[in-house]
């Protein structure tokens, strides 16, 4: 069996431009991330409020109850990373779909 080589499309991105795509769509994905878990832990109470610490000194069998935010937390990291590598991504695919029109198209000789 013969294995024929398939001529490389002329206007395929090169190299260091699909390195610089994919470096900048995980740079994106993690600052989208952080930016979710930041926006969640700013909002999520960490310790009680002062009307639950109030009634706690008051009354003697009360207990404020402070949920945990991890699962939010975890949520919002994760959402964020989805939300801005996509975009990202979609962002780098224009870019380098321009990019193979402009070498399609190159200007008249002079």
Same mark, same amino acid.
């Given at each position: 069996m013969a294995t024929e080589e398939v001529p490389e499309h002329p206007n395929l991105p090169r190299r260091g431009?699909?390195? *610089?795509? &994919?470096? @900048?769509?995980?740079? $994106?994905?993690?600052?989208?991330? /952080?930016? !979710?878990?930041? =926006?969640?832990?700013?909002?999520?109470?960490?310790?009680?409020?002062?009307?639950?610490?109030?009634?706690?000194?008051?009354? *003697?069998? &009360?207990? @404020?109850?402070?949920? $945990?935010?991890?699962?939010?937390? /975890?949520? !919002?990291?994760? =959402?964020g990373t989805v939300i801005a590598a996509l975009g990202a991504a979609t962002i780098a695919i224009l870019v380098l779909r321009a990019q193979s029109e402009w070498k399609g198209h190159l200007p008249p000789p002079r």
């Open positions: 431009a699909l390195a *610089a795509v &994919f470096l @900048a769509i995980s740079i $994106s994905g993690i600052l989208g991330g /952080l930016i !979710g878990y930041g =926006l969640v832990a700013t909002t999520c109470p960490d310790s009680a409020t002062r009307v639950e610490r109030i009634m706690a000194e008051q009354i *003697a069998n &009360f207990h @404020a109850q402070v949920p $945990s935010c991890a699962w939010k937390e /975890l949520g !919002g990291a994760l =959402l």
